[in-house]
């Protein structure tokens, strides 16, 4: 069948032939299909059974555009194919973490997978101030299993060359370059300024040359460090979650990248997410200062959790193959040294990352709720200049913060420096 951008009817019909789907769904005659409707780039449909609708699947589907912004924005359609690659070899190392592919159609760049029925969006429980008592530990490992396992640090030198050129994404990857590193750092057409922010302030950062000189470096080191293979798109949004499991969703930005990009932008987004406490919690009646303290644990804990598990990780498989990266180590020294370097530099570029990540943001096309849903202009810019100077900050000093407790130092004083 040539590609068909399905609806609702018609999805019916197909979902019938496909024999995983008859088997969970059972009764095929009358089916529920809702669009979700929230999805940024693609089509996404809840379906069920109404003779059996406690099973329950999700169906996406990847059309030549953007959803958002319809067919004035053509995008490859065969990013589904890089969404089920990533979906399946993630979901293979963390099985726990990732929903399960039923099925995939490359031809019409389909994927049906396991809806996570008792799960709510991250990013909507952290604006609504909940606690989830497992997120750090389960984002951690989730980083540390899938971004070694992409790595020359477990794969043959040749596995790994090859996985990097089949898992090329360019167009998925150009927006990042474009629209994260590149667009935010100068006044470009498609930045979208907050009616309250001060232009004084925009254009201090556009003309400050060592913050542009730090973007490009982070451009640069995304577009040519191929460490491993990302999920390319790990902000809050892509997260579900409740208080016994965590699921990281929509990969379909992964490629091969340098390996603090997916923890940098967690911890990016976990900095959005405590600063905005300062409007949301304040909005229900609470002291913001419990739920910001917890904000800042989990962005604590994801670091440490991530370079403590890498790191066993590494020790472990250098263990049981019987050789080491960089050959055999005479002295333990060399070793620990090359490992504490190692985990420091990925620890930078994270931060370097976050940085990108806070301003984009801001600055840049797309937002996050937890800010632009602030109604008060005043309220969301007095966020929008914390967001503005933490990234800054990041950015300028990635290379001087030398542990994860300074990072969150910094953005304490960064939430309390400012009007
Ligand atoms: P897009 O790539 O268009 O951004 P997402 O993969 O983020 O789409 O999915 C959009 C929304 O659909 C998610 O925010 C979530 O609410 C819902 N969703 C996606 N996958 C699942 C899933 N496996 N189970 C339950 N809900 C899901
Ligand atoms: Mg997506």
Known sequence: MDFTSLNISTLANYLRTVPSVTALLGDMDALDIVEVGDGNLNYVYFVSSQANPRASLVVKQALPYMRLVGEGWPLTRHRSDREAHALRQFGALCPQHVPQVLHFDSAQSLIIMQRLSHHQNLRKGLIQGLRYPFLAQHLSGYLARTLFHGSDLYLGADAKKQAVAQTINGELCKITEDLVFTCPFEDHASNVYSPALPRTEIERLHNNPALRV??????????????????????????????????????????????????????????????????????????????????????????????????????????????????????????????????????????????????????????????????????????????????????????????IDQALDLARQTRRSLP
């Open 214 to 403: 730090a973007a490009a470096q982070m451009k640069w080191a995304f577009m040519n460090q191929t460490e491993t293979l990302l999920h390319g798109d790990l902000h809050t949004g892509s997260v579900m979650v409740n208080q016994t499991d965590t699921y990281v969703i929509d990969p379909e930005f992964a490629c091969y990248g340098p390996l603090g990009f997916d923890p940098g932008l967690l911890l990016a987004n976990l900095f959005t997410a405590y600063l905005s406490q300062d409007w949301h919690r304040l909005q229900a009646g609470e002291d913001p200062a419990p739920y910001q303290d917890w904000l800042l644990a989990q962005a604590g804990d994801l670091w440490r959790g991530f370079s403590e598990s890498f790191l066993r990780l590494w020790q472990e498989h250098e263990d049981q193959a019987g050789a080491g990266f960089m050959g055999c180590a005479r002295d333990a020294s060399s070793q620990t040294l090359f490992r504490q370097q190692f985990v420091r530099r990925i620890f930078s570029d994270a931060l370097g990352f976050a940085g990108c990540e806070l301003i984009r943001r801001t600055l840049g096309l797309a937002k996050v709720a937890e800010v632009a849903s602030i109604p008060d202009p005043q309220a969301r810019a007095a966020i929008e200049l914390r967001t503005l100077s933490l990234g800054e900050a990041l950015l300028l000093q990635r290379h001087h913060i030398i542990n």
